[in-house]
Nanobody
């Protein structure tokens, strides 16, 4: 059974940093792609990154250079390092898994989802 658990969210001031973790079980990162998504109130779910054995894809210009994705295959965990956070980054952040590679930034391409973790950027 594929399971994902996102954690690490919280309240942070503008300009601050947070690291989110996505811990997986029931699969190996060698075989699955992991996506990071976010959804702000009233907005659609937005694909940010996808990481697989083929590399890392970045989909949103506003987070490029500020957010970094990495993985630790031994721990079956993917990370999202978020720096220089802005109020517009406030959202529920999700990780999701799909077998194979990174094919798109559409949530419908990812079959297994963890519960989101809330990131609030506010002074």
């Amino acid at each position: 059974e594929v399971q994902l658990q996102a954690s690490g969210g919280g309240l942070v001031e503008p300009g601050g940093s947070l690291t989110l973790s996505c811990a997986g079980s029931g699969f190996t990162l060698d075989d699955y792609a992991i996506g990071w998504f976010r959804q702000a109130p009233g907005n659609d779910r937005e694909g940010l990154f996808c990481i697989s054995d083929e590399g890392i894809e970045s989909f949103v210009d506003s987070v490029k250079g500020r957010f970094t994705v990495s993985s630790d295959n031994a721990k079956n965990t993917v990370y999202l390092q978020m720096n220089s956070l802005k109020p517009e980054d406030t959202a529920v952040y999700y990780c999701a898994a799909e077998i194979g590679g990174c094919y798109s930034d559409y949530a419908s391409d990812f079959s297994d989802w963890g519960q989101g973790t809330l990131v609030t950027v506010s002074s």
